[in-house]
């Protein structure tokens, strides 16, 4: 199986009623959930771990993730409300505005010992829940329990309007990169973390530390990977009528972990011998899931139907 572990919440899109006048429509979102909904949709076994609602808003979440065939069973049910964001688009980017005091999500807590991680092949985690201490310091507290036996996904997904102390979350970030050993990050996240650092320079230092694979995606410029046997691999976008980006980079990560999966090149030492032309064809297939994405609003991954896998 593998987990994804973090954020779940109701994101509030932007869209337009009869009358044409703008307005705000509910969606199941939280970068993490979609990234579980986002695997489970194309065949793999997939569960949730996090602080999920008991209201109605939770309820919600609950239904989605059972609709999409995610379990539920490792996440933690509470009374506290659920986290919503409010979404606009700015050229072409998505921008969120939080409440997130005193949800479920900020409230979990890692259950040591309820998670059989010898039967997890990969843990993804980021976003949101690592910007405050206690969800940072229990993602950290499940990451080293699972690294003995499962391969670590990470994507800060970085969300600058949360982020009180800058410094203080870039070292976090590098310090959750530097246990991952699969790291994808859009060029927005780069700039706010890196700023005009190359990022071929970045991409070769996180291998340098043991991270056997970089991702980083760029919106309709594709995506390029660096990997310390098969090199630099860059894949384009699908051309798509976009009708938001949101969801996009979790279907893409989603997708990468499905078909890396499917390909038996999940453990660290299988996903350290990946050559160059598999590689382009995982990417490859992530990129169209993602590019589906776009063609719909909200976080929205495709199913296993909807897409070719024909590899």
């Not at 499905?258 to 590689?279: N, S």
């Amino acid at each position: 199986m593998l987990i994804a572990c973090g954020d779940a919440l109701i994101d509030f899109v932007p869209t337009q009623n009869a009358a044409g006048r703008e307005a705000l429509m509910p969606a199941v979102g939280g970068s993490c959930l979609n990234v579980a909904v986002g695997i489970a949709r194309l065949g793999a076994p997939t569960g949730f771990v996090g602080g999920i609602s008991t209201d109605l808003f939770g309820q919600m979440v609950a239904d989605h993730a059972a609709a999409s065939n995610v379990r539920l069973d490792l996440a933690t049910r509470s009374d506290h409300q659920t986290t919503l964001a409010f979404v606009r688009i700015v050229a072409g980017e998505s921008h969120y505005a939080f409440y997130d005091a005193g949800t479920a999500a900020r409230n979990w807590t890692y259950r040591r010992g309820t998670i059989p991680f010898e039967d997890i092949e990969a843990v993804h985690v980021g976003s949101t829940t690592l910007v405050n201490d206690q969800g940072a310091a229990e993602t950290k507290a499940l990451i080293a329990d699972a690294r003995a036996s499962s391969t670590i996904s990470f994507d800060p997904n970085c969300r600058p309007n949360l982020v009180k102390n800058k410094p203080a979350y870039v070292a976090r970030m590098m310090e959750f990169a530097a246990g991952a050993d699969l790291i994808k990050m859009s060029d927005v996240d780069f700039a706010y973390l890196f700023g005009e650092e190359p990022y071929h320079e970045r991409a070769n230092a996180l291998l340098g530390q043991g991270t056997r694979l970089v991702v980083l995606t760029r919106g309709d410029n594709g995506a390029i990977a660096w990997h310390a046997g098969a090199g630099q691999i860059e894949v384009a976008a699908p051309e798509v009528e976009v009708a938001d980006t949101i969801g996009a980079g979790d279907s893409f990560q989603a997708a990468l972990l499905f078909a890396l999966h499917k390909q038996g090149r999940m453990t660290r030492e299988r996903l350290k011998d990946i050559g160059a032309d598999e590689l382009r064809r995982v990417l490859s297939f992530a990129a169209n899931c993602a590019g589906l994405t776009c063609t719909r609003p909200g976080a929205d991954p495709p199913w296993s139907h909807e897409i070719s896998w024909s590899w």
